[in-house]
């Protein structure tokens, strides 16, 4: 357990120490707003959102069901919201303000992200007058198709809270690639989702809407059998459910046999039923299927190293260092480590 925990400090360690721009990021932080408006009962409802033009901020649609007021607040400035722009399924609406007296951000895209990347949230989390950062990695990208826009819902460990839904999700070079929707919660730790910032596009084309509040179901609120697998298998993952993991598994691994995704779950599932032998033919599936994703490599130089197959860590070793030789040079000290470590 101590050599697994040293590699995972390890890697940690060296993801730690990719480059940012600090300007840039500062930049992005400035283009983060909240949305705010009075709710039935005359409570404050609020949320966040980004400035990606001039008068125009995206942020989550299920923010604007709470009030039929809604306004842009930065500090004590505040801006109503005149019109919005509403992909309610996706949850991404682009709201319309007036004389808004702020820069936008600059705009990345989903699809040139890699899982393992650093990322940064930036939003008003509580309800805080001044934006919070929290910073993460992406531990999945699930391409869809939205008008003909095919762009990646992207999973982070970047957390976000009440407050935060329709925040940004940064790239360390300042550009904003998602906007942080849903999570799910369990006694293992949340699970957060941003959807991607290249269906902003798609928006500019839907009819404008003046009356609030908004409604309409988004996919996250469908019935569970009916969401996407890869959230249909977040939820009992976050609650340590392996059996029910292991169940939504199956069903994803036939019905999408080329993801690795679908591997990897059922491979998690597995190792955490004590199956160890069926879990590592499945993380050998899944890194067939997809050579990058250096989560499958940690779990396979894991089993390895507890079975004591030194091969098998030098193959695993060669395929990381090949993905980041940083990274490689801090696995070999994991090889070399005895249990003493």
Known sequence: MKNILLFSALISAASSAFAYDKEALMQAYFGVVMIQGYNQEGGLAYGSGVVVGENKVITNCHVLRATKQPWVARGQDTYAITSVKADTWNDLCLAVTENLALKPVKLGKSMDLKRGEEVAGIGHSNGTPAPLTSTGYVNGLYAGSNHGVTAN???????????????????????????????????????????????????????????????????????????????????????????????????????????????????????????????????????????????????LGELAKVRGDKAELNRVHAAIANIDPDIGQQYQQFVDCTSDC
């Open 153 to 299: 819902v992207i999973r982070t460990n970047a957390k976000f809270r009440m407050g935060a839904s329709g925040s940004g999700l940064f790239d360390m070079n300042g550009q904003l690639v998602g906007i942080n929707t849903f999570k799910t919660a369990g006694t293992l730790g949340s699970i957060h989702f941003a959807m991607p910032v290249e269906w902003i596009d798609v928006l500019e084309k839907q009819i404008e809407i003046t009356v609030f509040p908004i409604k309409g179901k988004a996919l996250w609120e469908e019935d569970e059998d009916k969401k996407p697998f890869y959230m249909q298998a977040a939820v009992p993952e976050s609650r340590g459910d392996w059996v029910k993991l292991m169940q939504v598994a199956e069903k994803w691994t036939k019905a999408e046999p080329n993801s690795p995704d679908a591997w990897f779950a059922l491979a998690v599932s597995e190792e955490n039923l004590a199956d160890i032998d069926t879990a590592t033919q499945h993380y050998l599936k899944s890194a067939s299927l997809d050579t990058q994703n250096m989560d499958v490599l940690i779990k």
